[in-house]
């Protein structure tokens, strides 16, 4: 399966990896994204 992402909605996914990577840890941002991958 293919998808798109708007380009905004790309940024804030870019910017809540990057919150979760400078107030909780690295693998809590990598955790996030893995999970958004893994639902898509």
Do not use: G, N
């Amino acid at each position: 399966m293919t998808y798109a992402i708007y380009p905004q909605a790309e940024e804030e996914l870019t910017q809540a990896a990057m919150f979760y990577a400078e107030h909780a840890s690295k693998a809590i941002a990598a955790a996030f994204l893995d999970e958004f991958d893994r639902v898509l």
